[in-house]
């Protein structure tokens, strides 16, 4: 009887705990990533890099992965519109736009540029927020463009 009471307690003290299920996702806005000023590094083919954007919690967890653009003259930046659901479990929660060199899979992807952190509040204020890069040593700016949220 005793660990039953136990067990009652204890799932009622982690109902209202995010790791318990208990959190709802919110919408974020957005339409389009673009970035200006990527680093210019060729495949190993000697072809314009294959480019794709995610979308990143503070963790570096992916919360959004674009299309990869094959062979992209990142020459004038890159772009990516999106029309899907992007939810995240906070308006107020850090988010990064990262840049990536497609290398045969995912995993393989070289990094090549992130953004700084911003978040769904702050992109409900505006129509859109530029950001400069998280990565130091380029000089890559990033536009996240609001939507309606889907």
Do not use: H, K, W
């Not at 992209?72 to 890159?78: F, L, M, N």
């Not at 953004?115 to 530029?130: G, H, K, M, N, R």
Request: contains cysteine; negative net charge; proline residues 4%.
């Amino acid at each position: 009887m005793r660990n039953i009471l136990l067990f009652s307690v204890g799932a009622l003290a982690l109902a209202g705990c995010d790791f318990a299920g208990s959190t709802s996702d919110i919408a974020a806005p957005i339409a389009s990533l673009q970035a200006s000023a990527l680093p210019t590094t060729p495949d190993a083919d000697g072809t314009a890099p294959d480019v794709f954007f995610e979308i990143q919690d503070a963790g570096g967890r992916t919360i959004y992965r674009s299309d990869v653009a094959t062979d992209a003259d990142i020459s004038q930046g890159a772009s990516a519109a999106i029309s899907e659901a992007i939810t995240v479990r906070s308006s107020t929660m850090g988010l990064q736009v990262a840049v990536f060199d497609f290398d045969g899979s995912f995993q393989n992807s070289r990094r090549m540029a992130r953004s700084l952190p911003f978040t769904v509040d702050e992109l409900a204020a505006t129509p859109s927020i530029s950001l400069g890069s998280n990565d130091g040593s380029t000089t890559t700016q990033f536009t996240v463009t609001r939507g309606t949220a889907q």
